[in-house]
């Protein structure tokens, strides 16, 4: 939907991409789908969850026995995004590096956006709290 051709629109690292595998494997799962929802104190928040098949429109990205399945209305805003898995003492967990970020709460868990519409000021793409 927002691809460009020969380019895909996330890329995973080794370490995603090894627990994405790990996930669908033990479940049975078509792909691991992502997405935004409005919430957090900046706006939106990403989502996952297992999916059994691909939804129309989900943008279908594969690397390796990973499978990733985006949203069709997370497409623009994941544009860019690097997805990696880290582990750490007191948590773990995947890390989304996305360029389209102009905000973050304190916790990470939550974002805004700017995107730039034909030469328009960038609009923001938070929700109305």
């Known amino acids: ?15 995603a991409e090894a627990q994405i595998a790990r996930l669908i494997s ?11 929802k409005k919430g957090g104190c ?4 990403y989502t996952m969850e297992l999916a059994d098949a691909p939804s129309p429109g989900d943008e279908v990205v594969e690397q ?3 499978r990733i399945l985006i949203a069709p209305t997370a497409q ?15 948590d773990s967990g995947f890390r989304f ?6 905000d973050s709460c304190g916790c990470g868990e939550s974002v ?13 793409a938070r929700s109305g709290t």
Do not use: C, H, Q, W
Request: proline share 6%.
């Open 76 to 90: 623009m805003f994941l544009f860019g995004t690097e997805i990696d898995y880290a582990t750490g003492l007191l």
């Open 1 to 15: 939907m927002f691809s460009i051709p020969g380019k895909s629109p996330v890329t995973i690292t080794p370490a």
């Open 42 to 45: 900046a706006g939106m928040e």
């Open 26 to 36: 033990g479940k049975d799962a078509a792909g691991l789908r992502i997405g935004l």
């Open 112 to 124: 805004s956006f700017s995107i730039a519409r034909d030469g328009e000021a960038a609009a923001e």
């Open 97 to 102: 590096r996305n360029p389209n970020v102009t």
């Open 64 to 66: 390796g026995a990973a």
